[in-house]
């Protein structure tokens, strides 16, 4: 049998959370960091359990590294543009809006642009960016995180 992904490396998803752990803490990477928030959004490897607020967390810290990742600010920025994450709805194939934080369009711009939302990664969050941007226009230059 021809050696495959399956069959060379045994899946242990504590083991590459243990690993993404140890490479965000480093600070000089932001994939670890961004793997984590997706472990942690979709409850990967974790006992089932989803953790929006950690997956934020990670997302930020992925974010606000030298290097930010684009998925990440992304992530943050959707986040707080509805106020929560949305998960698939398998009632009717649809998603639904969970809620968690508090919405905030100001931030939502900060990760937006921080992760260079207009540069070809997905046109229709550069299309909101632009609305917003143009909504806030006085206080877009006074964003934080």
């Not at 949305?86 to 969970?98: A, F, I, Q, S």
């Amino acid at each position: 049998m021809p050696p495959t992904q399956e069959n060379l490396v045994k899946k242990d998803p504590q083991k590459a959370i243990h690993y993404a752990k140890k490479g965000c803490d480093m600070n000089t990477a932001t994939s670890p960091c961004s793997l984590l928030g997706f472990f942690y959004k979709d409850g990967l490897g974790l006992a089932q359990y989803k953790d929006y607020q950690k997956a934020l967390e990670y997302w930020h810290k992925s974010c606000e590294m030298k290097s930010g990742a684009n998925e990440s600010c992304l992530e943050a920025g959707d986040i707080y543009l509805y106020g929560g994450v949305w998960e698939r709805n398998d009632d009717d194939l649809g998603e639904k809006l969970v809620p968690f934080v508090k919405k905030d369009e100001l931030k939502a711009m900060y990760y937006f642009e921080r992760g260079n939302v207009c540069d070809g990664f997905l046109p229709s969050y550069c299309e909101m960016y632009r609305k917003l941007k143009k909504k806030h226009s006085k206080g877009a230059k006074s964003i934080k995180k």
